[in-house]
């Protein structure tokens, strides 16, 4: 059951308004929270990417990001393809066997090392890749286009930014907590 998301609210105030700086950086409600608005954008944006990429090549999101980092770290192992894709080891293993399955992703014992085994493309996988990296293009190009030239430059900076604050937020977390078992719902 997949459920439609409700926007709540459309920021039509300037980013300058300084109401608008001190909701960000002082959220009353959840729904201003920063996590919480940067998580409803990524769950809408990748909703219409997930159904633009089952219409079209019949492939699910996840299949996607596998088929793109075997695609550009061929001969990884699960472990490495599972570390790479930020995807549980549990869940990588099931969508590999399910590639393997559809001829997408070969699998291959390193005649070195036998316990190994590695993913690569198979022509059908990287026919797939290629036809998923274009149409991500053109929906990240579409996705992308109401921000002038200017805007995604800065946009592109701030994240960078923030991914580095939120890197460092987290080491300290778990330097305070020591690392935690993950809940089922903290697993994709």
Same mark, same amino acid.
């Given at each position: 059951? +997949?459920?439609? #998301?409700? $926007?709540?609210? +459309?920021?039509?105030?300037?980013?300058?308004? #300084?109401?608008?700086?001190? !909701?960000?950086?002082?959220?009353?409600?959840?729904? &201003?929270?920063?996590? %919480?608005?940067?998580?409803?954008?990524?769950?809408?944006?990748?909703?219409?990417?997930?159904?633009?990429?089952?219409? *079209? =090549?019949?492939?699910?999101?996840?299949?996607?990001? $596998?088929?793109?980092?075997?695609?550009? %770290?061929?001969?990884?192992?699960?472990?490495?393809?599972? &570390?790479?894709?930020?995807?549980?080891? /549990? /869940?990588?293993?099931?969508? !590999?066997?399910?590639? /393997?399955?559809?001829? =997408?992703?070969?699998? +291959?014992?390193? #005649? *070195?090392?036998?316990?190994?085994? !590695?993913?690569?493309?198979?022509?059908?996988?990287? $026919?797939?890749? &290629?036809?998923?990296?274009?149409?991500?293009?053109?929906?990240? +190009? *579409?996705?992308?286009?109401?921000?002038?030239? @200017? @805007?995604?430059? =800065?946009?592109?900076?701030? =994240?960078?930014?923030? &991914?580095?604050?939120?890197?460092?937020?987290?080491?300290?977390?778990?330097?305070?907590?020591? #690392?935690?078992?993950?809940?089922?719902?903290?697993?994709?």
């Amino acid at each position: 059951m +997949t459920a439609t #998301p409700l $926007i709540r609210r +459309t920021l039509t105030v300037p980013a300058t308004d #300084p109401q608008s700086i001190s !909701v960000l950086k002082h959220p009353e409600h959840i729904d &201003e929270f920063l996590l %919480y608005r940067l998580h409803n954008l990524a769950r809408l944006a990748t909703q219409g990417v997930g159904l633009m990429f089952r219409r *079209e =090549l019949g492939i699910s999101r996840r299949d996607w990001r $596998i088929l793109a980092f075997v695609g550009k %770290y061929p001969d990884a192992s699960l472990t490495q393809l599972a &570390e790479s894709a930020a995807l549980d080891m /549990v /869940v990588a293993s099931r969508c !590999v066997a399910n590639m /393997v399955n559809k001829g =997408l992703i070969a699998k +291959t014992r390193l #005649p *070195e090392n036998k316990r190994v085994t !590695v993913l690569a493309l198979t022509e059908a996988g990287r $026919i797939a890749y &290629e036809q998923a990296r274009v149409s991500g293009q053109r929906y990240n +190009t *579409e996705f992308a286009a109401c921000l002038s030239d @200017e @805007e995604a430059v =800065l946009l592109d900076g701030l =994240l960078k930014r923030m &991914e580095q604050q939120a890197a460092q937020l987290t080491q300290r977390e778990i330097a305070r907590s020591g #690392p935690m078992p993950l809940l089922s719902e903290d697993v994709e």
